[in-house]
């Protein structure tokens, strides 16, 4: 299981919109469709960072970004943090 929550402001806000998947693959479509404009991000351009470790402000078992090198039409050389996720047993 993958528990993913979106880069909010507040860590409060993010966890209002936490999710969980069965695979990354499906965390990466959800991001995609969710999305209120067409295009932001394509799936290729979706990535997820190692075990940053666990944070304990929440109840993850561990931590990791999700990433994009592509926003629109900006590319970016180093990938953006978009979000968290937490790959759960």
Same mark, same amino acid.
């Given at each position: 299981?993958?528990?993913?929550?979106?880069?909010?402001?507040?860590?409060? $806000?993010?966890?209002?919109?936490?999710?969980?998947?069965?695979?990354? $693959?499906?965390?990466?479509?959800?991001?995609? $469709?969710?999305?209120?404009?067409? %295009?932001?991000?394509?799936?290729?351009?979706?990535?997820?960072?190692?075990?940053?470790?666990?944070?304990?402000?929440?109840?993850?078992?561990?931590?990791?970004?999700?990433?994009?090198?592509?926003?629109?039409?900006?590319?970016?050389?180093?990938?953006?943090?978009?979000?968290?996720?937490?790959?759960? %047993?």
């Amino acid at each position: 299981m993958i528990k993913y929550r979106p880069h909010r402001g507040q860590l409060s $806000d993010s966890m209002k919109e936490e999710r969980e998947f069965l695979s990354i $693959d499906e965390m990466f479509q959800f991001i995609i $469709d969710s999305c209120p404009f067409p %295009d932001l991000y394509k799936k290729e351009d979706l990535s997820v960072t190692e075990d940053l470790g666990k944070d304990t402000r929440i109840s993850w078992k561990e931590c990791r970004y999700v990433c994009t090198r592509r926003l629109g039409n900006q590319m970016y050389d180093v990938p953006q943090c978009i979000g968290m996720c937490s790959k759960e %047993d």
